[in-house]
């Protein structure tokens, strides 16, 4: 089946640097791959996805970026303030998954510390 | 518009009891996926119900079961617990007419402990 891996599991930066985080995904038919957030106690919260028929997607100080070719890819957050420590998750999603169109496979997460 | 909620918040059962855990899907959303987080892993896939019917399940056993009202809240039921079921459950919610987008929309969770 379909397995994501995620990289680092751990990242410290000090505030103002850049973070980047990585996952690759092992099934070609995967076509949407979202990046959540969350924070302790709390429900994964959606921050930017990407689909396949684009490489590279920008919000504010949050980028994604998308290799098919290689099959991954990568968050990356500029100017790192305190408040986004937290743990990331990507995942995949396609088809070919579980039967259901839409159900996402998710990565096991990098905790992301941001020290002032 | 409200989030999707979910009920109980926390609770402990012990093995070998059953457990209802209730979700209410964001304003118009008509999908709703289920999905079991384990502490320090991602999220997993149990199933996702539309319409009322099921539409798709995850590398869950049968005692994991669910259903989906008309106003489109669900429950996740789960018969003869295990220690293993341990974990945050997770309902999620999607766009009408979008349930082959994955834009999933998550609730808080309900944290289980099974003794």
């Known amino acids: 089946g379909e397995n994501v891996e995620q990289h680092p599991s751990t990242l410290s930066v000090q505030e103002g640097d850049s973070a980047v985080i990585k996952c690759t995904y092992s099934d070609s038919a995967s076509n949407y791959f979202p990046w959540y957030k969350q924070e302790l106690g709390k429900g994964p919260q959606l921050i930017i996805d990407i689909r396949s028929n684009v490489g590279e997607k920008k919000d504010q100080r949050i980028a994604v970026t998308l290799n098919k070719t290689a099959k991954h890819f990568s968050l990356h957050i500029t100017e790192t303030q305190p408040e986004d420590s937290a743990v990331y998750f990507c995942a995949a999603s396609g088809a070919s998954y579980g039967g259901s169109q839409g159900n996402l496979i998710f990565g096991k997460g990098t905790k992301l510390s941001v020290k002032p | 518009e409200t989030g999707v909620t979910q009920s109980p918040t926390h609770l402990i059962k012990t093995r070998g009891q059953q457990v209802t855990l209730r979700c209410s899907s964001q304003s118009g959303h008509n999908t709703v996926s289920w999905y079991q987080q384990a502490l320090g892993q991602g999220p997993q896939f149990i199933f996702q119900y539309y319409r009322e019917e099921e539409n798709g399940r995850g590398n869950f056993p049968p005692r994991f079961s669910g259903l989906q009202f008309p106003n489109y809240s669900s429950e996740l039921n789960v018969n003869a617990l295990e220690l293993d079921d341990s974990a945050l459950y997770l309902c999620?919610?999607?766009?009408?007419?979008?349930?082959?987008?994955?834009?999933?929309?998550f609730g808080e969770g309900s944290r289980l402990t099974v003794l």
């Open positions: 999620a919610s999607s766009l009408p007419g979008r349930p082959n987008t994955g834009e999933l929309f």
